[in-house]
T-cell receptor, first 113, second 114 residues
Framework: QKEVEQDPGPLSVPEGAIVSLNCTYSNSAFQYFMWYRQYSRKGPELLMYTYSSGNKEDGRFTAQVDKSSKYISLFIRDSQPSDSATYLCAMAMQSLRYSTLTFGKGTMLLVSP | GAGVSQSPSNKVTEKGKDVELRCDPISGHTALYWYRQSLGQGLEFLIYFQGNSAPDKSGLPSDRFSAERTGGSVSTLTIQRTQQEDSAVYLC????????????FGQGTRLTVV
């Protein structure tokens, strides 16, 4: 079992839809949970990060972490064609001084006008 | 600079040749990471630098891969005797002290070994 599992998609939705992207993980030592957005032929761009369990909201984006289920989600409200990209979840352990990020494989999202 | 800069953007090389990939991190970022992204795969960790030291090289796939960082800034990833399986996008990221969860990535170097 991989440490981080993420459905590769593609996930196709119409403009304005609510999108739910998810990852599961197996390592209970993960404490920081990140979502990156990656456009084609570009580097990943940090969208949001959450520490431990709970929710975090930033504009149209909401990140949720359920450590008891080892399950994290990213919700996108009022999705736009410009949201079409690959979304990568990433996780890190307790130390902020040094922690490599463990990534999911990414979910490709396509938002049609 | 304003962001993490990587060069070249694209590199095509013949099997068996050596290549050097360069990363210029954000000014003041002490941590620097190299990752590899292959088609259909997630990001694979290669090596981490803190300053000029590399406390974690555990992700380097073979002894053909090496990296160095000088002046706590620019890093070079070298692949010797390239193989076709080395074809991938090589991504560099940097983060400020104490913020390993907020890594900023460059645009990557797309390496194609023919």
């Amino acid at each position: 079992q991989k440490e981080v599992e993420q459905d590769p998609g593609p996930l196709s939705v119409p403009e304005g839809a609510i999108v739910s992207l998810n990852c599961t993980y197996s390592n209970s030592a993960f404490q920081y949970f990140m979502w990156y957005r990656q456009y084609s032929r570009k580097g990943p761009e940090l969208l949001m990060y959450t520490y431990s369990s709970g929710n975090k909201e930033d504009g149209r984006f909401t990140a949720q972490v359920d450590k008891s289920s080892k399950y994290i989600s990213l919700f996108i409200r009022d999705s736009q064609p410009s949201d079409s990209a690959t979304y990568l979840c990433a996780m890190a352990m307790q130390s902020l001084r040094y922690s490599t990020l463990t990534f999911g494989k990414g979910t490709m999202l396509l938002v049609s006008p | 600079g304003a962001g993490v800069s990587q060069s070249p953007s694209n590199k095509v090389t013949e099997k068996g040749k050596d290549v050097e990939l360069r990363c210029d991190p954000i000014s003041g970022h002490t941590a620097l990471y190299w990752y590899r992204q292959s088609l259909g795969q997630g990001l694979e960790f290669l090596i981490y630098f803190q300053g000029n030291s590399a406390p974690d090289k555990s992700g380097l796939p073979s002894d053909r891969f090496s990296a160095e960082r000088t002046g706590g800034s620019v890093s070079t990833l070298t692949i010797q005797r390239t193989q076709q399986e080395d074809s991938a996008v090589y991504l560099c990221a940097s983060s400020a002290p104490g913020t390993a969860n907020e890594a900023f990535f460059g645009q990557g170097t797309r390496l194609t070994v023919v």
